[in-house]
């Protein structure tokens, strides 16, 4: 997918530190750098504790427009 897109978009639902999503992103870096023509946008939930509330716990996860926002980052597309 990196070879024929030359980017990648990561959405993972944990945080962003010693996540999958950070693995996945150094394991692409160290053996498909060449193909990328853009940084990899990785995608999660905010690098803070998780909230107890279920009302902010919903709001917690990334929500559709952001990951649309994210994914016309990495297109280069403005809207």
């Given at each position: ?5 030359n ?17 996945i992103?150094?394991m692409v870096?160290?053996k498909a750098?060449d193909?990328l ?9 905010p690098?803070?504790p ?14 559709l427009?952001?990951?649309k926002e994210e994914i ?8």
């Amino acid at each position: 997918s990196v070879r024929k897109t030359n980017r990648l978009v990561i959405l993972e639902e944990a945080w962003p530190f010693a996540s999958v999503a950070s693995e996945i992103t150094y394991m692409v870096q160290q053996k498909a750098f060449d193909y990328l023509d853009a940084p990899i946008k990785r995608i999660t939930t905010p690098d803070a504790p998780a909230p107890y509330s279920a009302a902010l716990f919903a709001e917690w996860f990334p929500k559709l427009d952001k990951v649309k926002e994210e994914i016309k980052k990495a297109l280069y597309i403005k809207a």
